[in-house]
């Protein structure tokens, strides 16, 4: 049998035909793939494939792979020492700390609760004679005496509590709230405002359909547009809305001065601004 007919029948490469038979296995990819050719080689030829293979092993015996001998490094004496030096100091500078940090929360709590109260000031007495006058010994209540010795009647005066004034209500903050996504809708609530106040910017092109929403949930159709870079457009609603956007990164939406996130991509959005009157 030729090698080229063998070629045909094993799948094997002439030349690594060629190398089996002349002993050059250094030719072939690999030790498994050797003994695989020759095993082939060996059936072709009607030859018995463990024989064969054991001529192959004894020509050519599996190498011993020494195992590496690996020395154990005894750790330097001097850096031992060192890391215990290092681990002691390590351990002292932490009590020291610890002490430290104990002192410092006393002193903070005692300084915090402690109320320094100045010395009271003794209300200056002023020592007032009361000259008695001859004609009034005996002044009655409500009847000052001055220095030449006349009493004049203290005014009395009545005060009236003042009424204190009413409060005016604070009226509650705008607020534009994300509150669920229900089939590829985002709903946003919107409270504390009468009205549905919606500014858009458009920063390139984007087809934009706006409705009213009735109080049934039907829809009006205010109205649907191709818009390009730079247009923009106002709608005042006495009840929700709901926009169809076909561009979402193209758009800037502003509800009662609140800037509502479209989206950052090309695609499709669906929005329902859900006006909650108190």
Same mark, same amino acid.
Request: proline share 9%; aromatic share 8%; glycine share 6%.
């Given at each position: 049998?030729?090698? @080229?007919?063998?070629?045909?029948?094993?799948?094997?490469?002439?030349? $690594?035909?060629?190398?089996?038979?002349?002993?050059?296995?250094? =030719?072939?990819?690999?030790?498994?793939?050797?003994? #695989?050719?020759?095993?082939?080689?060996?059936?072709?030829?009607?030859?018995?494939?463990?024989?064969?293979?054991?001529?192959?092993?004894?020509? !050519?015996?599996?190498?011993?792979?020494?195992?590496?001998? =690996?020395?154990?490094?005894?750790?330097?004496?001097?850096?031992?020492? !060192?890391?215990?030096? %290092?681990?002691?100091?390590?351990?002292?500078?932490?009590?020291?700390?610890?002490?430290?940090?104990?002192?410092?929360? =006393?002193?903070? $709590?005692?300084?915090?609760?402690?109320?320094?109260?100045?010395?009271?000031?003794?209300?200056?007495?002023?020592?007032?004679?009361?000259?008695?006058?001859?004609?009034?010994?005996?002044?009655?209540?409500?009847?000052?005496?001055? #220095?030449?010795?006349a009493s004049n009647p203290s005014p009395i005066v009545s005060t009236a509590p003042t009424p204190s004034p009413t409060p005016t209500p604070t009226p509650p903050a705008v607020q534009v709230k994300f509150t669920s996504a229900d089939k590829g809708v985002d709903n946003y609530?919107?409270?504390?405002?009468?009205?549905?106040?919606?500014?858009?910017?458009?920063?390139?092109?984007?087809?934009?359909?706006?409705?009213? =929403?009735?109080? @049934?949930?039907?829809?009006? %159709? /205010?109205?649907?547009?191709?818009? !390009?870079?730079?247009?923009? @457009?106002?709608?005042?609603?006495?009840?929700?809305? $709901?926009?169809?956007?076909?561009?979402?990164?193209?758009?800037? /939406?502003?509800?009662?001065?609140?800037?509502?996130?479209?989206?950052?991509?090309?695609?499709?959005?669906?929005?329902?601004?859900?006006?909650?009157?108190?």
């Amino acid at each position: 049998m030729s090698l @080229d007919e063998l070629q045909e029948v094993t799948k094997i490469r002439k030349r $690594y035909l060629e190398a089996i038979e002349e002993g050059n296995y250094k =030719v072939l990819p690999g030790s498994f793939y050797v003994r #695989a050719f020759i095993k082939s080689y060996a059936e072709a030829l009607g030859l018995d494939p463990t024989e064969v293979l054991s001529m192959y092993q004894s020509t !050519n015996p599996t190498p011993v792979v020494e195992k590496p001998v =690996v020395e154990a490094i005894r750790p330097n004496r001097s850096s031992v020492h !060192n890391t215990e030096k %290092m681990s002691r100091w390590a351990s002292s500078l932490m009590f020291v700390c610890f002490i430290l940090l104990i002192f410092g929360i =006393v002193y903070y $709590y005692t300084y915090k609760n402690y109320k320094g109260t100045p010395a009271d000031e003794t209300p200056s007495q002023t020592s007032t004679t009361r000259i008695t006058d001859s004609t009034n010994p005996n002044p009655s209540p409500g009847t000052s005496v001055n #220095a030449t010795g006349a009493s004049n009647p203290s005014p009395i005066v009545s005060t009236a509590p003042t009424p204190s004034p009413t409060p005016t209500p604070t009226p509650p903050a705008v607020q534009v709230k994300f509150t669920s996504a229900d089939k590829g809708v985002d709903n946003y609530a919107v409270t504390g405002a009468p009205k549905l106040s919606i500014q858009m910017t458009i920063t390139g092109p984007c087809w934009i359909r706006i409705d009213a =929403v009735k109080s @049934d949930g039907s829809k009006e %159709m /205010l109205r649907q547009k191709l818009y !390009n870079a730079g247009d923009t @457009d106002t709608f005042e609603l006495d009840n929700s809305a $709901y926009l169809n956007v076909g561009a979402a990164s193209a758009l800037q /939406l502003n509800v009662n001065g609140t800037l509502v996130p479209v989206g950052d991509t090309p695609n499709p959005k669906r929005l329902q601004l859900n006006l909650q009157k108190s």
